[in-house]
């Protein structure tokens, strides 16, 4: 069973949509991360929660909310979804730990997100 | 700024060595990460330095000086499968967050 789950795999919805990524993991890591992927520009950083009570906006936040409801879980909405925002997107998780090597990431299986 | 610098493309042959540089520069350093992805799936973790230094694991090989800001993966044996990008991201110092480079696409020709 894979450790870190992404609902759905893919979706196509329409401009002005409110649409909900889902994100579970079976790691029992703290922290979770919810990343974009384009073409040429690499993993760009949405939100990210050290805790159940820790969000924190990444470099490209606006557009997006997060809901953490459990250590394992953690949702991604776009409130009302537009074009750009087609896109692959990926969960991830670490643990916390004090050594860097345990904050390694690992990712979910990526949901392609198509808004028409 | 903070920034990663890696070729966008490289071409190598099956059976060949392939070395992938890295170079970086971040408001302090708590360490540099290599995760190889495949079209379209996700990225998984091949390695990790935080010491200067030459850390092997099989075929695939890291290394890392942090006076010059400069790492880089090394790939023996090349294999079709070894065909995918390759990720070079570095923790900086005092930061929760990975900073990411844009990947190298790598070919790997019969």
């Known amino acids: 069973d894979a450790d870190v789950t992404q609902t759905p795999r893919n979706r196509i919805t329409k401009t002005g949509k409110r649409i909900m990524l889902e994100c579970s993991q079976t790691?029992?890591?703290?922290?979770m991360y919810w990343y974009r992927q384009d073409p040429g520009l690499g993993l760009r950083l949405i939100y990210y929660?050290?805790?159940?009570?820790?969000?924190n906006k990444g470099e490209i936040s606006d557009g997006y909310s997060v809901s953490r409801q459990a250590q394992a879980k953690f949702s991604l909405s776009l409130e009302s979804a537009i074009p750009n925002q087609t896109a692959l997107y990926f969960c991830?998780?670490?643990?916390?730990?004090?050594?860097?090597?345990?904050?390694?990431?690992?990712f979910g299986p990526g949901t392609r997100l198509l808004v028409l | 700024g903070q920034n990663i610098d890696q070729p966008t493309e490289m071409t190598a042959t099956e059976g060949a060595i392939v070395q992938i540089n890295c170079t970086y520069q971040?408001?302090?350093?708590?360490?540099l990460f290599w995760y190889q992805q495949h079209a379209g799936e996700a990225p998984t973790f091949l390695s990790y330095?935080?010491l200067d230094g030459l850390e092997e694991k099989g075929r695939f090989s890291s290394f890392l000086s942090r006076s010059k800001g400069y790492s880089y993966l090394l790939l023996k044996e090349l294999q079709m499968k070894d065909s995918a990008s390759y990720l070079c991201?570095?923790?900086?110092?005092?930061?929760?967050?990975?900073?990411w480079g844009l990947g190298t696409s790598l070919a790997v020709n019969p």
């Open positions: 991830a998780t670490s643990d916390r730990g004090l050594a860097g090597a345990q904050e390694t990431q690992y």
């Open positions: 790691k029992g890591h703290d922290r």
């Open positions: 929660s050290f805790d159940v009570k820790d969000i």
């Open positions: 971040t408001s302090g350093f708590n360490g």
């Open positions: 991201a570095v923790k900086p110092g005092n930061n929760r967050k990975l900073i």
């Open positions: 330095n935080v």
